[in-house]
């Protein structure tokens, strides 16, 4: 289903309003009758349309519901391998470092999840991925930073390949 149709379907539909002749001057009017009245706090339409693209892009990329289930325990057991001896260290962060912090964890956890898609696990990749992730944390041991990229390297290899 193309994207053209989906957008033509769920579009707002506007009745024209009849014309109100008013002998005010147009400064004291504050909506045009071109404008249409829209109601906020009505989230119906939103979740409608996160259903539907949640169902063409299952679609789209050809995975069932079940796939994302894995995908999504995946992702979940990956980050939590590598947030594992690190909540001290990030609720020590200032705010702005905790959400370049996050931020930067997500991508390097999809990053990982795509690599141990491939039928080739590239080591090498996820342990700078890691690396990378772990010096945003400001003033970082070295040698601690290399022994929390060894351990969570290991124990992500391992998992994944006890998944297969």
Known sequence: MPISQITRTH?????????????????????SPEMPQVE????????????????????VTGQ???????VNERFKKIESILEEDLSDI??????????????QGEETTSKIMA???????????????IRDWLKVIPGINVFFLEQMVKIKTDKIINESSNKK
Not at 64 to 70: A, G, I, K, M, T
Not at 90 to 103: A, C, I, R, S
Not at 115 to 129: C, D, M, N, S
Request: no cysteine.
């Open 11 to 31: 579009q707002i539909e506007v009745q024209p309003q009849p014309e109100k002749v008013d002998l005010k001057p147009e400064r004291e009017s504050k909506i």
């Open 40 to 59: 906020f706090g009505n989230d119906q339409l939103s979740e409608q349309v996160k259903q539907d693209s949640q169902v063409l892009m299952s679609t």
């Open 64 to 70: 069932s519901p079940s796939d994302d289930f894995v």
């Open 90 to 103: 990030y609720f020590n962060l200032t705010p702005q470092k905790q959400h370049e912090f996050k931020v």
């Open 115 to 129: 690599l141990l898609a491939r039928p080739k696990i590239q080591v090498k990749k996820i342990v700078t991925l």
